[in-house]
Nanobody, 121 residues
Framework: QVQLVESGGGLVQPGGSLTLSCAAS????????MAWYRQAPGKQRDLVAA???????NYADSVKGRFTISRDSAKNTLYLQLNSLKPEDTAIYYC???????????????WGQGTQVTVSS
């Protein structure tokens, strides 16, 4: 059993900051790429940022220079620092991870339950 649990969402004013966390737990041998996605009402779920097990990162153009993705491999935890937030950043943010479990030989993709980020004055 593997779980991804996000935290850190909330209501923030435009220009403000938030830090999201995603903790992975369970029978985990190794975590490969981890990522944050977001889904606004009535829209599809889109990639925000991703980070490989080696630390390589990529970002959606809309968040470059404002958001920073990082991970603590020792704690199996993913982070997203959101700065200079805009109303259009309002969405549910989901954690995603490619995980190899001890009991399998193939990786599987797991999702967290999501955390709401609302940017409004």
């Amino acid at each position: 059993q593997v779980q991804l649990v996000e935290s850190g969402g909330g209501l923030v004013q435009p220009g403000g900051s938030l830090t999201l966390s995603c903790a992975a737990s369970g029978s985990i041998r190794r975590i490969y790429t981890m990522a944050w996605y977001r889904q606004a009402p009535g829209k599809q779920r889109d990639l925000v940022a991703a980070i490989s097990s080696g630390g390589s990162t990529n970002y959606a153009d809309s968040v470059k220079g404002r958001f920073t993705i990082s991970r603590d491999s020792a704690k199996n935890t993913l982070y997203l620092q959101l700065n200079s937030l805009k109303p259009e950043d309002t969405a549910i943010y989901y954690c995603n991870a490619e995980i190899l479990r001890y009991i399998t030989t193939n990786t599987q993709t797991y999702w967290g339950q999501g955390t709401q980020v609302t940017v409004s004055s």
